[in-house]
């Protein structure tokens, strides 16, 4: 049996896992867990970007979360997802070598999304352990979503955690290669909590960071350089207004939102037991964007490109889909399948402002079952469901029953087994239409 996934998220992430062996020994000697499970707490005030031995790490203190290798940006983008979701204990099943890992917080599972997260959503109650190719996987339909090899107890662990915890999102940081992994739920982003008394003899900064015309910007990347002595560490944090508690003296301080280009570093020198305010302009807007077919919103969200003319600026996968760019023009482009692809064009975002938009995409979800023993659904036999456009091969799927988001028009739908054919289809689809086709 062999399933054609939207995702390989086992071939992309899992080469470049976030977990360290070292990390996840210590914790199998520290505490009280289960040979395939393992935790460690870190307090997420202290997380912060090292430049080590030639490589970007996140660190909490003397603790090494993640290695991302030569992609300062990659490991900077992890301290805000961090500091958003205010994680304080990672954790892995599978040492000494892990093949998953998640985040908690407080130890509940973090919800809401954060801006140009790349998420992949699921459904809990549908995802199963199976095996495939004499491999344990944990699957969400036609989703291959994590890889346990031969080992189905740890496989049936991973799944117990995901169900306990409520995970509907399996989320990246990294881009190309995946480097670190976290699961979520939906629902409202976590509130960070207020300062704590600062230091004696520390110094206090506060930057707000605005779009165009004054407009507060949302969970800009905030970084603050020492202006004199390139050695220190930076510190970064992902709110807005950003606090900072630091030894007094000269600093350079920049901003970064959502797609935009940090800005140019802004001089500043802080005072011991004063707190000294900067506020900076990015020039940046929000565009927001819902996306519709015969009128209702998409039930099946694909990869959401933000686009400036041939550069991709951002990716989300909810809707409304948020972006924060520099005021331009832009389209939008949406990858139903291999070869189709939808695109939004003439979207502008201007300073300052949140431009919101609703577009109908001509698209419509199509089911076909296949009901002909021993191909029914449930049977653990998988038909090659295919679909062609005027002779052309659009997509296929090998899945009882198999959903396919595609664009409105006529369609051929053939259906096989091993050694059977089930025969031919011919459909019309209308925008927003689920039909379903039944093979009997």
Known sequence: MHRISRVRVLKRFFPHTFVTLAVFAVALAACKASPQHAAVGFNPDQVEVKYFQGQWVVAAGSLLLGNFGDSEADARDAVRVIKHYR???????GPPKPAMEYWLVNDHAPAGPIEGEDALPFNPANTIVEQINGSWKIVDGDHWMLDFGDDENMARVALEIIRKYGFEFMCFVGKPARKM???????SAPRSPPPAPAPVG???LKVTVVEGA????????ITVRHAQDPAVQPSVIAENPGRFELPPGPYNVTARVGAAPETAPRPVVIEAGRITEL???TGTGTLELMLTAGGRPLTRVPLIHLKAGSRQVGTVTELPAKFQAPEGVYSVELPLQPTQNYTIPDLAIRAGETTRRAVEVPCAVLTVVVNVPPYQPGSGKFPRVE???????????VDNPARFQILAGTYTITARGDQTEFGLREISIRPGEDPTVDFR
């Open 87 to 93: 994680f304080d204990k990672h954790c892995a099943v």
């Open 181 to 187: 992994c976290y699961f979520r739920t939906s629902g």
């Open 202 to 204: 520390a110094a206090r």
């Open 214 to 221: 004054g407009r507060p910007a949302q969970m800009p990347v």
């Open 279 to 281: 506020l900076i302009n």
């Open 387 to 397: 679909l062609l456009q005027n002779g052309r091969f659009v997509t296929a799927l």
